[in-house]
């Protein structure tokens, strides 16, 4: 570009095809370091106290411009009843959050409506933790994809995304004690739930509870 190989007028087209190429590049090598670490054991969770809602306003700081960009709706509501303080690897369960929601954003590129919505989630009457629901109004999945949506290098995006982030997510939170739920009909747009310790509850196998199964059998559900 440098010595006029291109015209000038094309250059800028030709640097953001580069600049793009370069995001999923290191997007790829970041989500497989990742996968990596969950395959050896050797991921590592912190065990810090976070204030939720502090933890759902640095979400929402990252979100509501990039929405607004999108022409999208989006609307966070945290229940009074969801637990002030959780212990757990907040930077991780970030990452969680986040990949959900960059994932709705994409499925509705003519505008729509994102929602992200908190409440207790209770065990037999007892308060273990927080649900956490990332809903869209996009294509939604198709049925046939639903079961595979959280195995390794499987994507509904033609064409773009690694496979990797929905998988990495399932790992962390399972990992944490918790798990994620997702249910979805085409054309109504999807909802994924995360149900989140207030107590992070690791396990003590080398890697996330299922992750091993998923990998050689795409098409074993684990959840109860």
Not at 87 to 111: C, F, H, T
């Amino acid at each position: 570009m440098r010595d006029g190989a291109f015209p000038e007028e094309e250059r800028e087209k030709y640097m953001d095809v580069v600049l793009d190429e370069t995001a999923r590049l290191t997007a790829l090598v970041r989500d497989l370091l990742d996968l990596s670490r969950i395959e050896s054991g050797k991921m590592l969770l912190k065990n810090e106290k976070f204030l939720f809602r502090d933890f759902i306003n640095n979400i929402n700081t990252m979100i509501y411009n990039q929405a607004h960009v999108k022409n999208l709706d989006y609307e966070c509501t945290v229940s009074s009843e969801v637990a002030e303080a959780y212990i757990g690897d907040a930077m991780k369960l970030q990452q969680v959050l986040i990949n959900l929601i960059v994932n709705a954003l994409q499925a509705m590129p003519d505008g729509g409506r994102l929602t992200l919505t908190s409440r207790d989630w209770l065990e037999e009457g007892r308060r273990v933790g927080a649900e956490i629901a990332v809903c869209d109004t996009g294509q939604g999945i198709a049925a046939e994809d639903l079961s595979r949506i959280f195995d390794p290098f499987f994507t509904t995006k033609k064409g773009s995304g690694t496979g990797l982030g929905l998988s990495i997510s399932y790992a962390i939170v399972e990992r944490y004690g918790g798990h994620i739920s997702v249910t979805s009909q085409p054309g109504n747009g999807a909802c994924f739930t995360v149900h989140l310790r207030s107590e992070a509850c690791y396990t003590d196998a080398p890697t996330a509870p299922g992750f091993a199964a998923r990998w050689s059998a795409p098409a074993i559900e684990k959840h109860e």
